[in-house]
């Protein structure tokens, strides 16, 4: 296997017709933002293209940069790789392995816009309530709220700013707490 970096027009970068994976308008405007506003990040995290400059990885970067009109991209050149290889790339490098420690997304990480940035709040969340540690059933209690992907974005930021305004130590509820309070503040 051979490994090249450069930078090419993206019009030389063709998209994978049999990527199994798709994105919606909302996340492709998403997808557009976090580029633009963070462009470098393409350098950091390149599209990988086999030798006939077919996405193995990076087609929704790819539909993201020709929807904001942008003229080049760096790509990772990967040549001598078999149909197989190239098919199993392609899934694994969309999987998504691990999940999100929601304290420390909370503490360290709370005054960023997650959400827009590509965290799955929601489903964060999920997975953080199967780590955590059982309690007493006399502390425990459990709220679970289902939102659209627009509507978990606008509660992350209503939460953020809640969390930054109020400066209050956060345990373990510190999501009910606020989601209670935002309920409140919209009714």
């Given at each position: 296997?051979?490994?090249?970096?450069?930078?090419?027009?993206?019009?030389?970068?063709?998209?994978?017709?049999?990527?199994?994976?798709?994105?919606?308008?909302?996340?492709?405007?998403?997808?557009?933002?976090?580029?633009?506003?963070?462009?470098?990040m393409?350098?950091?995290?390149?599209?990988?293209?086999?030798?006939?400059?077919?996405?193995?990885?990076?087609?929704?970067?790819?539909?993201?940069?020709?929807?904001?009109?942008?003229?080049?991209?760096?790509?990772?050149?990967?040549?001598?790789?078999?149909?197989?290889?190239?098919?199993?790339?392609?899934?694994?490098?969309?999987?998504?392995?691990?999940?999100?420690?929601?304290?420390?997304?909370?503490?360290?990480?709370?005054?960023?816009?997650?959400?827009?940035?590509?965290?799955?709040?929601?489903?964060?969340?999920?997975?953080?309530?199967?780590?955590?540690?059982?309690?007493?059933?006399?502390?425990?209690?459990?709220?679970?709220?289902?939102?659209?992907?627009?509507?978990?974005?606008?509660?992350?930021?209503?939460?953020?700013?809640?969390l930054?305004?109020?400066?209050?130590?956060?345990?373990?509820?510190?999501?009910?707490?606020?989601?209670?309070?935002?309920?409140?503040?919209?009714?």
């Amino acid at each position: 296997m051979k490994v090249e970096i450069k930078t090419v027009k993206i019009s030389a970068i063709k998209l994978n017709p049999d990527n199994p994976r798709t994105i919606s308008k909302t996340d492709i405007d998403r997808l557009v933002k976090s580029l633009t506003d963070f462009p470098d990040m393409l350098k950091l995290r390149e599209i990988v293209v086999d030798e006939t400059m077919t996405v193995l990885g990076g087609n929704m970067r790819l539909l993201a940069l020709k929807k904001s009109g942008v003229k080049e991209a760096t790509v990772k050149i990967v040549t001598g790789l078999t149909k197989e290889q190239k098919r199993e790339f392609v899934i694994k490098d969309n999987s998504s392995f691990g999940s999100w420690d929601m304290d420390a997304l909370a503490n360290a990480w709370g005054d960023l816009p997650l959400a827009d940035w590509g965290v799955d709040i929601t489903a964060a969340w999920q997975n953080d309530e199967a780590t955590t540690e059982p309690k007493e059933e006399s502390e425990r209690y459990k709220l679970i709220f289902d939102f659209t992907k627009d509507d978990a974005s606008f509660v992350q930021t209503v939460l953020h700013k809640d969390l930054v305004k109020n400066k209050e130590e956060m345990d373990d509820h510190w999501r009910e707490r606020c989601l209670i309070r935002l309920l409140k503040k919209l009714k």
